[in-house]
C-alpha cells in the first residue's frame, strides 16, 4: 500500500525488543473501543526495526477479538522491507508467531496511511515521539486522531527498553487526550515515581513543582512510603493499598480492577500541564 506522498514524522531509534509492549497491549485488549469496533483494524505506528511488536500486538487482541487486524507503519522504507521478510517466515511457520496472523506492513507516519477507506479503531505510537519537542506534540496528536474511527483511541506513550515502566495518554478522536496511564513491574519496585523519566513527551517535562504530574508523583511515592507494612503481603497489596490511600485524599484514580496489574489509570485534567 502506497499513497505515493512522503511519510509524515521522523526515523526513530528503532529500538524493538521481545514482550517490551506488553503492558499496553494487555490494556488496548481489554480497552470496549476494541471489543464493539464493527471493523477492528488497530495500527501500530513506528513499529520500529523488527516486526516482532506488531505481531505480538496481533496476539495478544486475537484474543479479545479474533478478527482483529495490525497494521505496521514505518517511515523508513528498509524496515518495512526487513518486517515483511520476516512475515514471510511467518507465513512459512519458521517462528513461534501463527502463521494465520492477521498482521502487514506499509510506508507511512503521523498521516497514518489506511487501505482503502477503513478508518483504525486503534492507533498505538509508543516511543515514536520522544526526539521531538514539546510544542510539537498537539499537532502530531492531530494528525493521528483525525485518521480513527469516530469512537476509536490513540494510545501514545513512552516504555523503557525491557517494558517494565511505561506511560501512555489515551486521545480521542477530536485529539482530545482522556486519561493518563502509569504501569509498572511492582516487584523490587523502589519508588513509582521512577516512571517521572518514561512519561509521554506532553508530560516529561512538567515533572516540576506547580506542575499538576509532579504533584500526582509526589503523592504516589508518599503513599506507597506508608503502605511499607503492606510489603509482607506481596507488592501487589502494597500498591493497592498505596492507591486506595491516593483516591481517599482525592485523586481520582480510576480502574480499580487493574491495580493488581501494577497499574495507575487517571482523568487527564487531573495531570494536565498547569
Known sequence: MSTGRAPVGQVTRGTTGTNRLRRIDRWIARHPVLRRAEDPLVVDLGFGASAVTSLELWARLARARPDVEVLGLEIDPQRVARADWQLEAVRAAATAFSPQSAVSFALGGFEVPAPGTRTPIVIRAMNVLRQYGESEVRDAWSRMASRLAPDGVLVEGTCDELGRICTWVAIGSDAAPRTLTISLRLTELEHPS?????????????????????????????????????????????????????????????????????????????????
Open 194 to 274: 521512577i516512571a517521572a523519566a518514561r512519561l509521554p513527551k506532553s508530560l516529561i517535562h512538567r515533572n516540576v513543582p506547580g506542575e499538576r504530574v509532579h504533584a500526582l508523583l509526589a503523592a504516589l511515592d508518599e503513599e506507597w512510603d506508608r503502605a511499607a507494612g503492606m510489603s509482607a503481603f506481596g507488592p501487589v497489596q502494597r500498591w493497592e493499598a498505596a492507591l486506595t490511600a491516593l483516591r481517599e485524599s482525592g485523586w481520582p484514580v480510576q480502574e480499580r480492577a487493574r491495580w493488581r496489574l501494577g497499574e495507575l489509570t487517571l482523568p487527564w485534567s487531573s495531570v494536565a500541564p498547569a
